[in-house]
């Protein structure tokens, strides 16, 4: 292909965009109403985020020449047939691919037969006689004619991206916006951080952040099946994390107590922490009772699910979480935890078996991080449906006076 000379940039962003508007459409309705914004919208930026092209001119391979006889004319006119080499000079570059097909503005009239793989760019010429400054000064003419608008194409791609997050934002925002405008929708989940608990889950030198809740217009409406955002669901598992690690410096709240007196004591604070839920202990959901359950108080759609175990072992490890997933969970939850209480001296050897054999579950799909000492978090599927991911935190707590 040509260099820079196939699309115009004045087309090109419009294209583009309108490749993400499509990704956007392609996920219906339902899920674009029930997405996480932020999380979502950052997914797209990551994703759809124009590179700059940049030719890694340290990366030059020149491959053996092509040996050929062609004819060619002399300075009187007569044909004479000469020697001549084909080369071919081929590059590791960084950036889309696509890019090298984009004519910049402003543009120069300076282009060149280019051959674009995933990773490399390269370009061919010929010279007619063995002379090693013949080929530096042909090759870098070349060179300057395939790539001369490389630097105004970056600048055009410069002035997209000081704008990308916003304009993806807004792209995001006018599709649902419309699904919130249709009528079958119910009104916006509209569960708020109780401010009067901050104290409860923090030392007392350090204040605690309240999470931001956005304003939201009663005319919004919303999915019939409400979902969790990210960041409620990672301050409900500091809140038992920070509780959990609070009790094991205080024997009392813990010593004599069974697995329902122990979930008793984060039953308390989690019902007290969040306004428009429920919290509730020892609930029917599917084919059994779990520990715990944060509903939405509206219509009882299920929030947050987590299940309480004391610690017995490797095998009753894979036992508890075979247990919450094929007899507590439904597809539409997504969000859990499994919390365990340990009694054992070797606390550090219970944390390492933790983290060797959650991963040989059969449901397991990715580990993705550490929320603390002993919190880990996971991400596994549903016994029926590889396809949908569970957030699972695995938690430990160590409860060892007697």
């Known amino acids: 292909m040509k260099s820079f000379a196939e699309i115009s940039w004045f087309d090109y962003p419009k294209q583009y965009f309108q490749n993400i508007r499509q990704e956007i459409l392609s996920n219906g309705k339902d899920y674009i109403l029930k997405v996480d914004e932020e999380e979502y919208i950052k997914y797209l930026v990551d994703k759809y985020s124009i590179e700059q092209l940049k030719i890694l001119t340290e990366s030059e391979h020149i491959g053996e020449p092509r040996k050929s006889r062609e004819w060619r004319k002399d300075m009187f006119g007569s044909d004479y047939e000469s020697d001549a080499f084909t080369f071919t000079v081929r590059y590791n570059f960084t950036g889309h691919p696509e890019l090298f097909k984009v004519k910049p503005n402003p543009y120069t009239y300076s282009s060149y037969e280019i051959l674009v793989n995933n990773s490399t760019v390269s370009f061919s010429f010929k010279i007619f006689k063995q002379d090693p400054a013949e080929f530096q000064r042909v090759k870098s003419d070349c060179y300057s004619q395939a790539f001369a608008n490389l630097p105004a194409l970056n600048k055009n791609i410069v002035e997209i991206t000081n704008n990308f997050e916003h304009t993806v934002r807004s792209l995001f925002l006018q599709e649902k916006s419309k699904h919130k405008n249709e009528n079958d929708f119910y009104s916006a989940i509209n569960i708020k951080v109780n401010p009067n608990t901050t104290s409860v889950f923090t030392a007392p030198t350090i204040k605690k952040k309240d999470i931001p809740q956005p304003n939201i ?95 017995h072992g490797a095998i009753e490890f894979h036992k508890a979480i075979s247990q919450l997933f094929d007899r507590y969970l439904t597809w539409s939850d997504s969000k859990v935890a499994l919390i365990f209480f340990v009694q054992n001296q070797n606390f550090s050897n219970t944390i390492n078996t933790i983290l060797d054999e959650a991963a040989k579950h059969p449901y397991f799909k990715k580990f993705t991080g550490k929320r603390g000492d002993s919190s880990f978090s996971y991400v596994f599927h549903l016994p029926q449906d590889k396809e949908k991911d569970v957030q699972l935190e695995i938690m430990a707590f160590h409860y060892d006076k007697k």
């Open 217 to 311: 217009s009663d005319k919004i409406e919303f999915s019939s099946v409400p979902t969790m955002s990210q960041v409620m669901y990672y301050d409900i598992l500091k809140v038992i994390y920070d509780s959990g690690k609070n009790m094991e410096k205080k024997p009392a709240l813990y010593i004599n107590k069974d697995e329902e007196g122990l979930r008793d004591q984060f039953l308390f604070v989690l019902e007290t922490r969040y306004v428009g839920i429920t919290a509730t202990g020892e609930t029917f959901n599917r084919s059994g009772k779990t520990d715990i359950i944060l509903k939405f108080a509206d219509d009882g759609s299920n929030l947050f699910v987590a299940e309480c175990k004391f610690w």
